[in-house]
């Protein structure tokens, strides 16, 4: 990543905020991060350009971008990274950071995010069905239409759940996200 004295400050701002982040230095903007995101074709930018934005010093455009909204947070690119970035805590960062400078567009990505947030909160993963309608019905009700196709071919090899099924032991997965809560507020 080519660093200047003026891109400086912003890198170092996301790097100190997020456990590991001066790993965000070793990016070889190889693209295995955007490849690998499931949201990323709703993603205003791959998290490869965001880092390279990152290190280019464009803080409100990182900012307002819906990239960080839209990770899931399936650490998917986390473990597809050569360089083991921890690309999911980074876009954990970038939301903050957003917030706190009341940068991000909140019409649709804060929504996707509480979403997910409420499935995996009540069944302990995600549910892609009820994902994807509950954003669609009410930000997009007419995009649905595009991903029948595609949820035609995962329904007929048995690759997409109609009913969302509960983890065991969501009573204690529970627990941690409460005291996590908790934490959060002191």
């Given at each position: 990543?080519?660093v200047?004295?003026?891109?400086h400050?912003?890198?170092?701002q996301?790097?100190d905020?997020?456990?590991g982040?001066?790993?965000l230095l070793?990016?070889?903007?190889?693209?295995?991060?955007?490849g690998?995101?499931?949201?990323?074709p709703?993603?205003e930018h791959?998290?490869?350009?965001?880092?390279a934005?990152?290190?280019?010093?464009?803080r409100d455009?990182v900012?307002k971008?819906?990239?960080?909204?839209?990770c899931v947070?399936c650490?998917?690119?986390?473990?597809r990274?050569?360089?083991?970035?921890?690309?999911t805590?980074?876009m954990y960062t970038?939301?903050q950071m957003?917030?706190?400078a009341?940068?991000y567009?909140?019409?649709?990505?804060p929504?996707?995010?509480?979403?997910?947030?409420?499935f995996v909160?009540?069944y302990g993963r995600?549910?892609?069905?009820?994902?994807?309608?509950?954003?669609?019905?009410t930000?997009?009700?007419?995009k649905?239409?595009?991903?029948?196709?595609?949820?035609l071919?995962?329904?007929?090899?048995?690759?997409l759940?109609l009913r969302?099924?509960?983890?065991?032991?969501?009573?204690?997965?529970r627990?941690?996200?409460?005291?996590?809560?908790?934490m959060?507020?002191?």
């Amino acid at each position: 990543m080519n660093v200047t004295k003026s891109n400086h400050t912003f890198l170092m701002q996301v790097m100190d905020a997020t456990l590991g982040g001066e790993a965000l230095l070793t990016c070889l903007q190889c693209g295995s991060c955007g490849g690998s995101c499931p949201s990323g074709p709703d993603m205003e930018h791959t998290p490869r350009r965001i880092f390279a934005m990152i290190g280019a010093g464009m803080r409100d455009e990182v900012l307002k971008s819906n990239t960080p909204w839209y990770c899931v947070s399936c650490y998917y690119c986390t473990v597809r990274c050569p360089k083991e970035i921890p690309i999911t805590d980074i876009m954990y960062t970038l939301k903050q950071m957003a917030i706190e400078a009341k940068l991000y567009d909140d019409r649709d990505a804060p929504d996707f995010s509480q979403s997910f947030i409420g499935f995996v909160e009540n069944y302990g993963r995600s549910y892609e069905v009820g994902l994807a309608t509950r954003f669609h019905l009410t930000h997009s009700p007419l995009k649905k239409f595009d991903y029948a196709p595609f949820a035609l071919t995962m329904l007929t090899k048995d690759r997409l759940q109609l009913r969302p099924e509960r983890i065991k032991g969501i009573g204690q997965l529970r627990a941690i996200l409460n005291k996590a809560k908790t934490m959060e507020d002191m």
